[in-house]
């Protein structure tokens, strides 16, 4: 079976007609800038909140002008620095490190700014999906301290010195990591929209759970949703993840 490499599944966001019929789950898909409200963190079984009881503003697609060029996003640097853009009138900047898959990057962040956002718009890591944009979906879903958690409801500012890892940290190399792979030989996706997040998702229950069962598959997988109905491949997928992490080939 041919590998798929990282740009397959760091494609990004699909246009919003085409996300509408093939990708993002719709129901009650909101605006990207409502009205200045906060949102309940959803509680899912397998996944853990940071404990916000809601999100600190919006966040500025007019600003997703100005993420890094491509050219930039995968330097070889053990630390970069990025340099944020200009506040508007009124707001304030707060500087943080984040190791993400490995790295350290130093930032300069509104205190309002989601996970998902700097990932995506900031550092040109768009692995990470946004799908609701208000924890329902989980399509941001990656890994804080090895645990899965909704980027999309995670500030940034609070992730200092705390490992994160994305979809594209998974790669060994140029080579897909088994997680990945998994998803590939058990066609455990059809759009493909939600893949990333389920991948992540599924990354953290095994690095906690090598061997799970398919209840602790199907709680774990609860959290993400998949609007194209994939869940028995996902399932599929993820007991097929664990025998490939331990070596396995069958
Ligand atoms: S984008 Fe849906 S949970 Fe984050
Ligand atoms: S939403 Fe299409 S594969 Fe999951």
């Not at 490499?5 to 246009?15: C, E, K, Q």
């Not at 050219?71 to 707060?94: I, K, T, W």
């Not at 984040?98 to 130093?106: A, F, P």
């Not at 500030?155 to 998803?183: C, D, H, S, Y």
């Amino acid at each position: 079976m041919p590998k798929r490499t990282a740009s397959t599944f760091a494609r990004d966001d699909l246009p919003a007609s085409a996300a509408g019929a093939t990708g993002a789950p719709h129901h009650d898909i909101p605006s990207r800038e409502p009205p200045g409200e906060t949102r309940e963190l959803a509680h899912r079984p397998g996944r853990q909140s940071e404990g916000l009881t809601g999100v600190v503003g919006r966040l500025r697609v007019a600003q997703a002008e100005q993420t890094i060029p491509l050219g930039q996003r995968h330097e070889s640097l053990a630390e970069c620095q990025v340099d944020a853009a200009p506040p508007a009138e009124g707001e304030r900047l707060s500087k943080v490190t984040l190791v993400i898959n490995g790295r350290q990057r130093q930032l300069q962040v509104e205190p309002r700014w989601s996970l998902a956002y700097v990932l995506r718009e900031r550092l040109g890591l768009s692995g990470t999906k946004v799908g609701c944009d208000r924890g329902e979906c989980g399509a941001c879903t990656v890994l804080i301290d090895g645990v899965p958690r909704y980027a999309c409801m995670t500030l940034a500012v609070e992730l200092e010195g705390k490992p994160i890892t994305t979809v594209e940290g998974l790669m060994r190399g140029e080579e897909l990591g088994p997680t990945q792979q998994a998803f590939v030989e058990e066609d455990a996706y059809q759009c493909g929209y939600c893949t990333c997040g389920q991948i992540m998702a599924a990354e953290g229950l095994l690095r906690a759970t090598p061997t799970p069962s398919l209840d602790e598959i199907r709680k774990q997988m609860s959290g993400n949703l998949c609007r194209c109905g994939a869940y028995p491949h996902i399932f599929a997928a993820v007991g097929r993840a664990a025998e490939l992490r331990k070596g396995g080939a069958s």
